[in-house]
């Protein structure tokens, strides 16, 4: 006969696996809505698209991934070894302010370098009050374009490649390095033979999270005119009104994003190197003048281009703006985006934890492949996923509607379409997997004989969390809160899509101003989420800043 006790602990096993089910359920509804809408509706846009603007739409979003992931990886592999590996004035604040950059969408820095590169900007008004020369006197760069871009976007993503490569070279033993050394190879032979390619797991775990990132842009590349995959949906979806063919554009670009997931997942997964036991401490290389004083001006270029110069040409142009942040239309836009940004990352934290401890607890199959799922979603641009939320949720809403009229004379209207829990569904699929990386890094300390004491001690899976897990986990749990937080907060394709009507959030504010042309309006939203992404990411500096001195 079961105990009162025994069928509570199965009960409350059942609430986790419930959770657990609904939680994938919801992370594969997208990847469903997008073929299913891409199959059932008509090719004929599609093959108007493919006779003038889909090759355009592949060939440039290539391009751009690759100029970031290039531009990226130099940046911050480089400036990773030389904070880590040297010794140079500035190092010590400049290995936290290399990070900084993260904390700005990059549609941010567009508006800002757009009020400084483009032709009525300060630089080249300047420059024509200087010569008198006219507009067709000269050549500038031009900043709206598929190089502005990609600029933008590698400043503020080549943290991703920094940070993780930080943290590879941190971990690597003296021995290797020395011994090429000792082998007569300069810093910089041993640093590209021996450094780099122990490190090449963690770069090309970044490389392929800055690819996924580029690929998701729709801020930056919409505002500058580069005609991207991203930019394809929305109009396809907006401006043509075709949602078949907006679905079967999001499921090539869901194709190209699954298949960037699956690499970085084989390059961490096939790269094995042997570090040894770091017995002697990294001597750092004392750098000589030229050296040193390159190495800080490689170093502090990032951090110039990607905050302090962004953040006062922003500043500027807000300061002149006349727009009031504490009226009550900015007090709606600030409520509306941390309403829905606090919801979204609680709930990515409960999902963490929920499929986090059913996966330690009982691994099994299901629950690997409901981890696997939920991790899926960061790979996925916001764009698909509204696409294929929106699809499957309208049909069902507009059947229940006409059943329920055709049977009781009521009309039930949307009840999931234009609501703002569909959008925290998006949020949810889309940064589930910060979430359950956060909680993966920390749970990672907890030793599984903790796990034993305390269902010796009569702890069920709830009391397993609350009482064990929780108080151990608590800022790995509240840094995977942060960055869904911030990450919800920077969100702009999926926002735009799916928000409810006249529902708008600062990111939508600052979109909306930019696409007018009203950059000094759109400066000082931008500048308050930028303000609140510096909060994790200098929490996340202050760890790292705890590594070598």
């Not at 009020?115 to 507009?135: A, C, E, F, K, N």
């Not at 033979?193 to 842009?217: F, H, K, Q, W």
């Not at 059943?403 to 589930?432: H, N, Q």
Request: hydrophobic letters at 55%; aromatic letters at 10%; glycine letters at 10%.
């Amino acid at each position: 006969m079961k105990t009162q006790g025994s069928i509570g602990r199965m009960t409350m096993r059942g609430v986790f696996t419930a959770i657990a089910v609904i939680v994938t359920i919801i992370c594969v509804i997208p990847y469903v809505g997008v073929l299913a809408a891409a199959a059932s509706g008509s090719f004929e846009t599609l093959g108007q698209l493919a006779q003038t603007v889909l090759g355009r739409y592949a060939a440039t979003t290539l391009l751009l991934v690759v100029l970031v992931m290039t531009g990226s990886a130099i940046i911050g592999a480089s400036a990773a070894w030389l904070v880590t590996m040297t010794d140079f004035p500035g190092r010590r604040w400049l290995e936290i302010a290399l990070a900084l950059p993260l904390a700005f969408p990059a549609y941010v820095l567009a508006y800002g370098y757009t009020h400084i590169l483009d032709h009525p900007g300060i630089v080249q008004s300047t420059l024509r009050d200087i010569t008198g020369w006219g507009p067709r006197d000269y050549w500038f760069p031009e900043i709206r374009s598929l190089g502005g871009a990609a600029l933008m976007l590698t400043l503020v993503l080549y943290p991703y490649v920094y940070l993780l490569a930080r943290a590879a070279f941190s971990a690597q033993g003296a021995s290797t390095f020395l011994a090429a050394r000792v082998l007569g190879r300069s810093p910089f032979r041993a640093f590209m033979s021996v450094s780099l390619p122990m490190a090449r797991p963690a770069i090309a775990s970044g490389v392929m999270l800055v690819a996924m990132e580029t690929i998701a842009d729709f801020g930056t590349v919409a505002y500058f005119g580069v005609q991207t995959f991203a930019v394809g949906i929305y109009q396809s979806w907006f401006t043509m009104a075709d949602r078949a063919a907006a679905a079967q554009l999001a499921l090539g670009l869901l194709s190209f994003a699954l298949l960037l997931a699956m690499l970085e997942r084989s390059s961490r997964g096939e790269a094995r190197y042997a570090n040894g036991k770091r017995n002697a401490p990294m001597q750092r290389i004392v750098l000589k003048n030229g050296q040193k004083w390159g190495a800080t001006l490689f170093c502090l270029l990032p951090v110039l281009l990607g905050v302090l110069l962004p953040v006062l040409a922003l500043g500027t142009m807000a300061a002149g703006s006349e727009q009031n942040l504490l009226s009550p239309r900015y007090l709606g836009f600030i409520r509306n985006s941390l309403t829905l940004a606090s919801i979204a990352a609680v709930l990515a934290v409960v999902a963490a934890l929920v499929l986090g401890t059913l996966h330690r607890v009982r691994a099994s199959r299901l629950t690997g492949a409901s981890l696997y799922v939920a991790r899926m979603g960061y790979a996925v641009p916001g764009g698909v996923i509204a696409v294929g939320l929106l699809v499957p949720f309208a049909a069902f809403d507009n059947g229940l509607d006409a059943w329920m009229r055709a049977t009781f004379d009521i009309s039930t209207g949307l009840l999931f379409t234009g609501s703002i829990w569909l959008l925290i569904f998006a949020y949810l699929i889309r940064f589930l997997a910060a979430a359950i990386g956060a909680y993966e890094g920390g749970i990672a300390s907890v030793g599984p004989n903790m796990d034993a004491a305390a269902r010796t001690l009569g702890q069920d899976m709830p009391g397993l969390v609350r009482r064990v897990h929780m108080p151990l986990l608590r800022t790995s749990l509240l840094t995977a809160g942060l960055i869904v937080f911030v990450d919800v907060m920077k969100e702009l394709p999926a926002t735009l899509i799916m928000r409810p009507f006249n529902y708008d959030t600062l990111a939508v504010q600052a979109y909306r101003l930019a696409s007018d042309e009203r950059l000094e309006g759109a400066a000082a939203p931008s500048l308050v989420i930028a303000a609140i992404g510096l909060i994790p990411v200098i929490l996340l500096c202050r760890r790292i800043g705890t590594g070598r001195a």
